[in-house]
């Protein structure tokens, strides 16, 4: 799949066929997309945690609580919980480098991101879950001080064809030319 194919029909994946498990290999596939992922100066701050208990998964979708996305959690194959270490993404000697403190989020995306592209061209679904009781799950995870939970990604094979693509902006909306408010494309 090309580039810019992927990119546009990638969608978010709520309904996933259960108990289809994903061959070790694509699993390590999908975590070299992650770990080629870029980051501030390198600092790759993110960590994954791979969730396919059914029990953890069910106190995931618990911190999940309304999210639309929860019962997703249970059905994937797996779920991508991934984190990052604080206070280094942005830093140099201890300093943030910019106005914008820490780049852990950021970075994290771009990892996250990286994922999901590869999993869709392989033919997977997944579904970013950022609204959760961060701290319930870090415990749950047993994560260590300094690293926090991000976003969960459930991830499968998806239960539906196809999902339509939700309204997006045209490029003439949010594309500016020089300074803002000159659109850099017409109409």
Not at 158 to 167: D, F, L, T
Request: hydrophobic share 40%.
């Amino acid at each position: 799949m090309e580039t810019m194919e992927c990119i546009l029909t990638r969608r978010s994946i709520r309904s996933f066929i259960p108990d289809k498990e994903i061959a070790e290999e694509t699993m390590r596939q999908l975590m070299e997309a992650v770990r080629w992922a870029p980051s501030w100066a390198n600092t790759q701050t993110w960590e994954v945690v791979v969730v396919k208990d059914r029990d953890l998964k069910q106190k995931l979708v618990d911190a999940a609580g309304a999210n639309r996305a929860a019962q997703a959690i249970l059905d994937a194959c797996a779920v991508m919980v991934f984190c990052s270490r604080r206070g280094i993404a942005g830093a140099k000697q201890g300093e943030y480098s910019t106005n914008k403190g820490d780049w852990y989020m950021f970075d994290c995306a771009l990892a996250a991101q990286n994922f999901c592209l590869a999993a869709h061209s392989m033919g997977l679904g997944t579904v970013y879950i950022g609204r959760f009781e961060h701290r319930q799950v870090d415990t749950l995870l047993g994560l260590p001080q300094g690293i926090e939970s991000v976003v969960m990604i459930p991830l499968g094979y998806p239960a539906v064809k196809e999902v339509k693509a939700p309204p997006r902006k045209a490029s003439s909306e949010f594309v500016h030319a020089e300074r803002f408010g000159r659109r850099y494309f017409e109409g």
